[in-house]
């Protein structure tokens, strides 16, 4: 059940405000991001546009405005860029990444490895 | 290494009143070292000690161990299991078979590696070697040919660093090396027959082989890796080396990483470091001689490009 003050991802649309939730570290390598999410121990790959969407979304721009920038900036179609935007903002809020969200809890924790060393 | 068949005449100095202290050690081992871990060990069984003594080797160290193991024999008998260990006051295993309490220390020395050194050091599940100078860093799941890929290596004339704990230290980014004994699993056995133990005390389901066993001189000193290569075996498979992006590989870094919760932040950013210096590849291994002839060139071509 969702708490109150967080909204589901899917109602995320074009007036969303969205920015990522105070738990993450970041690193980009060659234009990919990986986060750890400290709050569920969860790793998180996102490919070179995502990581161009990631680096936009600072809480403060509707995710319509970052869309027609986006299109500008790369000379793409506006609808494309938005639906591509929409659906992966829903994909990140899904994932628990974003600030006042609801993640529905499908991202996995990094496993422990300490369990059973191979050598027996 | 101090040795005799003389019962009773080693009282292990950290052995707790009572019990041990009571025993007739047969033989003590020399003390070994694996990264934090600082141990020796007591045996009623002079087999046993040299035994180990042989697998351990290049663990070997000066002075006094700050850890004891104790292997009790409790009579042939003994209806509950003949051979006892214990590490410290704790007792591990009680087993019939003296390859089972070879191979039940062996693995708790693993285990207890592992816990010690996790708080200072990031711990990777994955094989190293090093060649000219270019650390290779091998993760991967267990039972994926780690151990198998690593004693490749060796024969072609790398220096070995673990085939179990990458041990990375979290500032500098150096691997030291965790020189445990190579513990080859029985499918790998038709793939290095040669590494076959000469002896019946070999535990029953692994190899344990000494790297110096495989290649004199294949001992290797600390690194910084320049290659990550994540080997898998798949039999019938095409040998290939494939890149793989450096943001895949931490992803799968974390995943490989020893107890990675309990220091997260300095792990990240430590294998992030790791990824960035690094060039990252997949391994299929179907044939190990074409594998190992891969990572050679692989690491010969790093080195001509570091050298220029």
């Not at chain 1, 600030?99 to 991202?107: L, M, R």
């Not at chain 2, 050194?117 to 711990?123: G, K, S």
């Not at chain 2, 320049?226 to 494939?242: D, N």
Request: proline fraction near 6%.
């Amino acid at each position: 059940m969702s708490q109150p003050d967080l909204v589901d991802p899917d109602t995320i649309d074009l007036t969303s405000t969205i920015g990522p939730t105070d738990t993450l570290s970041s690193v980009e390598l060659d234009g990919e991001t990986v986060i750890y999410d400290e709050s569920n121990g969860s790793i998180h790959l996102l490919d070179p546009i995502a990581t161009v969407v990631w680096s936009v979304l600072d809480g403060t721009c509707t995710l319509a405005e970052i869309c027609a920038d986006l299109a500008e900036a790369f000379g793409a179609d506006p609808e494309q860029v938005t639906g591509d935007v929409l659906a992966l903002a829903r994909h990140l809020g899904h994932s628990g990444l974003l600030a006042g969200v609801q993640g529905d809890g499908s991202a996995t924790a990094v496993p422990d490895q300490g369990a059973r060393p191979d050598a027996c | 290494m101090t040795e005799t068949t003389t019962a009773g005449r080693y009282a292990p100095r950290s052995a707790p009143d009572g019990f041990f202290a009571d025993r007739a050690w047969a033989h003590q081992t020399s003390r070994f070292r694996a990264l934090a871990h600082d141990f020796t060990v007591y045996s009623e069984s002079v087999e046993f000690g040299r035994y180990l003594e042989h697998v351990l080797v290049d663990l070997a160290a000066p002075g006094e161990a700050a850890t004891s193991y104790f292997v009790v024999d409790r009579g042939k008998r003994s209806r509950k299991g003949r051979w006892a260990v214990y590490f410290g006051d704790e007792r591990l295993s009680l087993t019939s078979r003296i390859s089972n309490a070879i191979g039940m220390l062996l693995w708790h020395v693993n285990q207890e590696t592992v816990r010690r050194t996790n708080p200072d050091m990031v711990l990777l599940h994955a094989a190293a070697a090093e060649l000219h100078g270019v650390g290779v860093v091998l993760p991967a799941p267990m039972d994926s040919g780690k151990t198998t890929t690593v004693a490749g290596l060796l024969r072609a004339g790398f220096r070995y660093l673990t085939d179990e704990a990458v041990a990375i230290h979290p500032q500098t980014g150096w691997v030291s090396p965790f020189a445990k004994p190579l513990s080859i699993d029985r499918g790998s056995w038709p793939v290095l027959p040669d590494l076959e133990p000469p002896t019946v005390l070999a535990y029953t389901n692994q190899w344990h082989v000494p790297a110096g066993a495989i290649r004199p001189g294949a001992l290797g000193n600390q690194v910084l890796p320049r290659l990550i290569v994540s080997p898998q075996f798949r039999a019938g498979a095409a040998t290939t080396l494939e890149p793989v992006s450096r943001g895949r590989m931490l992803v799968e870094l974390g995943e490989s990483t020893f107890h990675f919760h309990e220091h997260a932040i300095r792990n990240f950013t430590a294998l992030a470091e790791l990824a960035r210096r690094c060039d990252c590849y997949r391994l299929v291994i179907g044939d190990l001689d074409e594998a190992v002839a891969l990572v050679t060139g692989l690491v010969r071509t790093t080195a001509t490009l570091e050298a220029s």
